[in-house]
């Protein structure tokens, strides 16, 4: 198993901003996105990351939006290396960047859910409803939805996103915008989660951003279906009325939470073994999803 863990970049003299897992250059006319190995558990970043996880998130999302591009516009230029910069043109980076267009954000975020789990089960346990939309009566922990709802939430610079109503996000952006991405987010999830049965996986929900470009057109953007952005889970194992195993950082929380990790930085090392348990999940995501081999394995 590799063992080095890339945690932070430094691309030549391009500003740069970073977030939990991700640095951003601005190169101008487009931008610079590179999937570092960092990894977050309760909105806390660990000191130590897993190795190859920036490479995973960033394949699978590329490999998500060149099978959207029928439906959607997305901000994907390039994930090729030849098309870096030559002054930023590093084998280290190979596999975990995307050139992109820059977009003007829409400062939602998108949640589709199939499946009632996470704070949408929460919230039914509590009132019947999941982020205040209706739902039947007598579902269980991670049930089937009848159709697959859109859930807005605010996105919050720190700590944790607010779930908000349909109407409240067309307060904050408008509603011809909101209609827009309400539509296309359910028109994704339906052909991702229709792809992903296909290979024996279960999209029980998702988070999208969109933006629009320079000429006004909305587009895709960020990272794209990945575990860190999805729950996935094995249709082999599913059984509703408990939680399921995840292709995710589930090692990672369930680590945390053995430890009784307050949920407050600094985050605390993780063991080998979870590492590299970690690390594996994330690798048989990316082969079940995409039906080819990790190349970085």
Partial sequence: MK???LLTTSVGAYPKRS???RDVYDLGENLLIVATDRISAFDVVMPNGIPDKGRVLTQISVFWLEMLAEITPHHLISASLKDLPEDVRDEELDGRFMICRKARVVPIECIVRGYLAGSGWKEYQEKGTACGIALPKGLK???QLPEPIFTPSTKAEAGHDENISFEQ???LVGAPTMTAVRDRSLAVYKLAADYAAQRGIIL???KFEWGFDA???LMLIDEVLTPDSSRFWPAD???PGKDQPSFDKQYVRNYLDKIEFDRQPPGPLLPAVVVRKTREKYIEAYNRIT???FPWD
């Fill in 3 to 5: 063992t080095t863990a």
């Fill in 291 to 293: 039906g080819q081999k």
């Fill in 215 to 217: 000429a006004g057109q």
């Fill in 169 to 171: 996000a067309c307060q």
């Fill in 141 to 143: 922990q991670c049930s």
């Fill in 204 to 206: 029980a929900d998702t």
């Fill in 237 to 239: 194992t599913y059984k």
């Fill in 19 to 21: 977030g939990k897992v």
